[in-house]
Antibody
């Protein structure tokens, strides 16, 4: 059974650092890209970026470039989303999502999602 | 980046109604479009991919159509379990984008 299991909810203060994780199981971790998707309270889905776990190549949305870092450790089938300095506006649910690239230069549709990690940033 | 515009943002309907949601892309995305359903507190669920292909296990009352820049998701006969928020997503480029969502409410 394919599963993406995310780390638990976090409560942080502005300026603190944070890394959340997403562990894949039940499939070949290096055969699918992992994306991170933000959902702010009461709002829609926003694609943040993606990583190819086979070579750790990343792409970021311009909206998130420079503010977060996506990484992966294929030896333990885990992807990460990291902040070096959190802001109150980072308060949101974060989902990891896997997909297969459909064509060279394209993305893919998400067939499995993690359960979400709620990040709350408050002083 | 490719922008995705969904309409309406909210839709009030009754059980048994036929419901149509529209998604427009800012440039042609061929058929590289997916639809998801999201319920409160849950991760999204894939319904349709490649504009019109039904994901395994999804009821046949859901269907998708369109290509290029105009796409629709249709629920042929709305069921109680279908009250949720629906999102389109393009994957024509490696930079994915989602529509703003359509909340289907009970009338």
């Amino acid at each position: 059974e394919v599963q993406l299991v995310q780390s638990g909810a976090e409560v942080k203060k502005p300026g603190e650092s944070l890394r959340i994780s997403c562990k894949g199981s039940g499939y070949s971790f290096t055969s699918y890209w992992i994306s991170w998707v933000r959902q702010m309270p009461g709002k829609g889905l926003e694609w943040m970026g993606r990583i190819d776990p086979s070579d750790s190549y990343t792409n970021y949305s311009p909206s998130f470039q420079g503010h977060v870092t996506i990484s992966a450790d294929k030896s333990i089938s885990t992807a990460y989303l990291q902040w070096s300095s959190l802001k109150a506006s980072d308060t949101a649910m974060y989902y990891c999502a896997r997909y297969e690239q459909q064509l060279v230069g394209s993305g893919g549709f998400v067939d499995y999602w993690g359960q979400g990690t709620l990040v709350t940033v408050s002083s | 980046d490719i922008q995705m515009t969904q309409s309406p943002s909210t839709l009030s309907a009754s059980v048994g109604d036929r419901v149509t949601i529209t998604c427009r892309a800012s440039q042609s995305i061929s058929s590289w479009l997916a639809w998801y359903q999201q319920k409160p507190g849950k991760a999204p669920k894939l319904l349709i991919y490649k504009a019109s292909s039904l994901e395994s296990g999804v009821p046949s009352r859901f269907s998708g159509s369109g290509s290029g820049t105009e796409f629709t998701l249709t629920i042929s006969s709305l069921q109680p379990d279908d009250f949720a928020t629906y999102y389109c997503q393009q994957y024509n480029s490696y930079s994915l984008t989602f529509g703003g969502g359509t909340k289907v409410e009970i009338k």
